[in-house]
Nanobody, 115 residues
């Protein structure tokens, strides 16, 4: 059963922007907090941004001021607006609950930032 589908990744030059989207099953989305995660080659998956119902958000220090997380509760959607992208933002990006459920990981969406 597919619980989460991410989209919106791609190749972008440093300084550019991308907007990631994910569709989440109602069962997961209604639970509580959601988050965007990323995993770069050779590194552990890390939380990039989190949001609970409403406007309460949190961000990793590395993306504060550049990324913005939002959610559409009516349509079970979540977004990550990424601005001023850097090569070190290159990773596969995933969404999941916060904290994450191991059984809910999707395929992710690849973001590649070139110099």
């Amino acid at each position: 059963q597919v619980h989460i589908v991410e989209s919106g990744g791609g190749l972008v030059q440093a300084g550019g922007s991308l907007r990631l989207s994910c569709v989440v099953s109602r069962r997961l989305f209604a639970l509580s907090a959601m988050g965007w995660y990323r995993q770069a080659p050779g590194k552990q998956r890390e939380l990039v941004a989190g949001i609970i119902r409403g406007d309460n958000t949190r961000y990793a220090d590395s993306v504060k001021g550049r990324f913005a997380i939002s959610r559409d509760n009516a349509n079970n959607m979540m977004y990550l607006q990424m601005n001023s992208l850097k090569p070190e933002d290159t990773a596969v990006y995933y969404c999941n609950t916060d904290p994450p459920h191991d059984w809910a990981w999707g395929q992710g969406t690849q973001v590649t930032v070139s110099l």
